[in-house]
């Protein structure tokens, strides 16, 4: 049994306080990590059916690679670990605005942390992803402008609820037609969001992309004995 309670890391930053917490949870039987923004809570190791199915459901029908993915949001490492797990990824780019969580991963104190450093298909990114996004040089620096086969993004709570309203743009249109550019014909945007399927979010998913859809993924909550649910949008890059 670990510690009831343990902080492991604060930092001051721009946008708030950041804490990495570890407690035991007697409900769950195990530690949960959390990652703590301000008043916001970022990221729980309680709750991670979401990222990871995001992560499958991106990359299920993306053949037999070798395929290049880019993650937005590295949080407790999750989206990244399962993208991983996928045989056909020969590359893995993770963008993450937050140095302060790269170096937790990088010291082990996260639990993903060793695996994702260890993996050689796997860097991460120091950087801004919407900046990037929007960018001509494209979500990997190094990259020149380089294109994935699939780009997946877990920072923001929904497309309506975001952590920072300069965010606002990459969920409008053309905002995402600026990201398409990053795609390879056919390939895959995914983004996971805390809300319920947003019908107007969808439509403008389809004035880009040949093909759109949100997909309601169902949560086990032990902490209310229930289930909750998120919501993963896909959306397929024009073929040509």
Same mark, same amino acid.
């Given at each position: 049994?670990?510690?009831?309670?343990?902080?492991? #890391?604060w930092?001051?930053?721009?946008?708030?306080d950041?804490v990495l @917490? @570890?407690?035991?949870?007697?409900?769950a039987?195990?530690?949960?990590?959390?990652?703590?923004l301000?008043?916001?809570f970022?990221?729980?190791?309680?709750?991670t059916?979401?990222e990871? *199915?995001?992560?499958?459901?991106?990359?299920?029908?993306?053949?037999g690679?070798?395929l290049d993915?880019?993650v937005?949001g590295l949080?407790?490492?999750f989206?990244?670990?399962?993208?991983? *797990?996928?045989?056909?990824v020969?590359?893995?780019?993770?963008v *993450?605005?937050m140095p302060e969580?790269?170096?937790?991963h990088? @010291?082990g104190l996260i639990?993903a942390g060793?695996?994702?450093?260890a993996?050689?298909?796997c860097?991460?990114v120091?950087?801004?992803?919407?900046a990037l996004?929007?960018?001509?040089?494209?979500?990997?620096?190094d990259g020149?402008?380089?294109?994935?086969h699939a780009?997946?993004?877990?920072?923001d709570h929904?497309? @309506?609820?975001?952590?920072?309203?300069g965010h606002a743009?990459f969920?409008e249109? #053309?905002?995402l037609?600026?990201?398409?550019r990053?795609l390879?014909?056919g390939?895959i945007?995914?983004l996971?969001?805390?809300?319920?399927?947003?019908?107007?979010?969808?439509?403008?998913?389809?004035?880009?992309?040949?093909?759109a859809?949100?997909?309601?993924?169902t949560v086990?909550?032990?902490?209310?004995?229930?289930d909750?649910?998120?919501?993963?949008?896909?959306?397929?890059?024009?073929?040509?």
């Amino acid at each position: 049994m670990g510690r009831r309670f343990e902080e492991l #890391d604060w930092r001051p930053t721009a946008m708030g306080d950041l804490v990495l @917490r @570890r407690r035991w949870d007697p409900v769950a039987g195990a530690d949960v990590h959390e990652i703590k923004l301000g008043d916001d809570f970022l990221m729980s190791s309680m709750f991670t059916a979401g990222e990871v *199915e995001m992560a499958r459901l991106a990359l299920a029908g993306s053949g037999g690679g070798p395929l290049d993915v880019a993650v937005g949001g590295l949080g407790l490492g999750f989206t990244a670990q399962a993208a991983l *797990e996928h045989t056909a990824v020969s590359s893995l780019v993770v963008v *993450e605005a937050m140095p302060e969580v790269i170096d937790w991963h990088e @010291r082990g104190l996260i639990p993903a942390g060793a695996d994702l450093a260890a993996d050689p298909r796997c860097r991460f990114v120091h950087g801004d992803f919407f900046a990037l996004a929007d960018s001509a040089s494209g979500l990997d620096p190094d990259g020149e402008a380089r294109r994935f086969h699939a780009i997946l993004v877990d920072i923001d709570h929904s497309p @309506r609820h975001l952590l920072d309203a300069g965010h606002a743009g990459f969920y409008e249109a #053309d905002g995402l037609r600026r990201l398409a550019r990053f795609l390879h014909p056919g390939g895959i945007f995914a983004l996971w969001s805390d809300d319920p399927p947003d019908p107007e979010f969808s439509a403008v998913l389809g004035e880009v992309f040949a093909d759109a859809r949100a997909e309601t993924v169902t949560v086990p909550n032990p902490l209310q004995d229930r289930d909750a649910a998120n919501t993963v949008y896909l959306a397929t890059a024009p073929a040509a």
